[in-house]
């Protein structure tokens, strides 16, 4: 460590979740020295809760509350919020990115070829799961199986879902991307929290970290901020870049609950199987089966402490919205933002939905669970504050995770993010001048 300073890089990259972890990993696979830096730790994942709570739940750190007392989680560790997220492939949203100059489809469809992507069999489908399904669909509702990240090959009947990490390595998360990246010769640090980057005349050339207590430097030719929807806007803040961090959205989120007498939570639950997107309403509902202790802290949340003996016949649905954009976030990393009533209202229309779907399916005594907000993004703007090519106001210096997103679409956008951070690989690797290039060579021909 005491030669960073003096090692050669050709990038470096900020933060391990999807975004980041596909740039590092396609940039290494070009044979490019890359020096990945990670705030959280990379301990081998053993899918415990005392795992899970050191990675996603310290308050102030990767468990936030907003001003208005929603409360936020973000995993910060070796892959992300990938970690822990229910590993569902939402559709990218293609032509809202290409009004702003981003065309990735041809890196979706690579990814798509790469990633284990798609509906899960019928016999991972549990009966809660089903009577939810089935209930929706009687009612007229298009309640689908819904695309995974998830290696079915390696599935078993006796595994349980990877909420807390997935040792089994059925769920797909950014930390294997990263750990191809250091096969081929990246740099992983973990514990380092970058401050901020260093500018020199206008040009990005290294980044300023704090590891194990003492304070370091280092030096590439490409800088990526990947530190997420929260962290990012930090990190340029700091380094010069003042407008960061304002009106984002941040996918404020309910539950549904009902008690039946004649289905059961099994051990192999997986949560988001399926769902509908009430696009016109703005917002979607999905199954959202959770584990006891999760489960436990929702009902209490509402002080419905007599459903604490009833959790394992609890039929939950979660319903989504997509937010107006607002609020802003502090230098740092709090998170200031209400919930205008437009948003709770497209709440309750889901809810008032789940309702009918849960009373069809047999369930009694249903309530609401209290707001939480996932994936915050759009607090670096593509069209605002990063160019077409996720290009900074600095050269050099770019940006690859939601706080990219030029508007709110309300999904989970991983497969999105993976998409983007190949394609910011390929213009970095200088593949997408020369594709162009190539095509009209061909035309003047």
Not at 31 to 46: A, F, Q, T
Not at 135 to 140: F, I, N, T, V, Y
Not at 221 to 232: L, N
Request: with cysteine; hydrophobic share 40%; glycine share 10%.
């Amino acid at each position: 460590m005491n030669n960073i300073e003096k090692m050669s890089f050709d990038a470096i990259v900020v933060g391990t979740g999807p975004g980041g972890g596909t740039v590092a990993r396609e940039l290494a696979k070009r044979k490019k020295k890359i020096l990945i830096l990670e705030w959280g730790p990379g301990d081998p994942i053993r899918g415990n809760f005392r795992q899970y709570l050191r990675e996603q739940l310290i308050p102030g750190k990767s468990f936030l509350i907003t001003n208005k007392f929603l409360g936020m989680v973000r995993g910060i560790t070796t892959g992300g919020s990938s970690m822990f997220y229910y590993a569902t492939a939402f559709p990218v949203p293609f032509g809202m990115l290409k009004s702003y100059g981003v065309d990735i489809k041809r890196e979706v469809a690579e990814a798509k070829k790469e990633l284990p992507v798609g509906p899960l069999n019928d016999e991972m489908i549990t009966p809660m799961t089903r009577r939810i399904m089935e209930s929706a669909q009687d009612l007229g509702y298009d309640w689908q199986k819904l695309d995974k990240f998830m290696y079915q090959e390696r599935w078993r009947p006796e595994f349980k879902f990877g909420y807390y990490g997935d040792p089994h390595g059925v769920k797909w998360s950014s930390r294997m991307f990263v750990e191809e990246a250091v096969e081929k010769g990246a740099v992983l640090l973990n514990g380092a929290k970058v401050g901020k980057v260093i500018i020199e005349n206008g040009i990005a050339t290294g980044v300023e970290f704090r590891m194990k207590g003492r304070d370091y430097r280092a030096f590439a030719s490409k800088i990526i901020i990947a530190a997420g929807g929260i962290g990012s806007p930090v990190i340029l803040r700091a380094s010069g870049i003042k407008e960061a961090g304002y009106d984002f959205f941040f996918d404020p989120l309910i539950s549904a609950c009902g008690t039946v007498k004649d289905v059961k939570k099994q051990i192999n639950e997986i949560p988001m199987s399926t769902g509908l997107l009430m696009q016109d309403e703005g917002y979607m509902m999905t199954d959202m089966a959770v584990p006891a202790i999760i489960d436990a802290v929702f009902t209490a949340q509402v002080f419905r402490f007599h459903r604490l003996f009833t959790m394992n016949s609890t039929l939950r649905i979660m319903i989504k919205a997509k937010d107006t954009l607002g609020g802003r976030i502090t230098d740092s990393g709090g998170v200031r933002k209400k919930l205008i009533e437009e948003d709770r209202e497209k709440l309750m229309k889901g809810y008032r939905r789940a309702q009918e779907i849960l009373k069809k399916a047999g369930a009694r005594d249903i309530y609401k669970t209290w707001y939480l907000a996932a994936h915050p993004g759009g607090t670096v703007k593509i069209g605002e504050i990063v160019d077409a090519n996720l290009k900074t106001q600095f050269d050099n210096l770019y940006v690859c995770d939601c706080s990219v997103m030029p508007e709110a679409w309300g999904l989970p956008p991983t497969l999105t993010l993976v998409g983007l951070g190949k394609y910011l690989a390929r213009h970095l690797a200088g593949e997408k001048k020369k594709s162009v290039e190539r095509k009209k060579k061909t035309v003047r021909q």
